[in-house]
């Protein structure tokens, strides 16, 4: 996995291919700046919670800052 700036993705993409690499996906993704700690208790509904809403054939992605 490669994370870089947008602005930097179609050049890193080019110096990747440009080295004899295939790239299998690239795209954007939202990546938390912070994340948050929840007690276990907590933890255990909010990934319930998440796995439902991961579940619903509307949501394609789900992101969340659970560290």
Known sequence: TIYCAISS???VKTAIEKLGLT???SGL???AKNNTE???DQADK???FLSKVQDHEDVKNVYTNLG
């Open 29 to 31: 993704e939202w990546v």
């Open 23 to 25: 790239i299998e996906n």
């Open 38 to 40: 929840l007690s276990e």
């Open 9 to 11: 993705l179609e050049s």
């Open 46 to 48: 909010v990934l319930e």
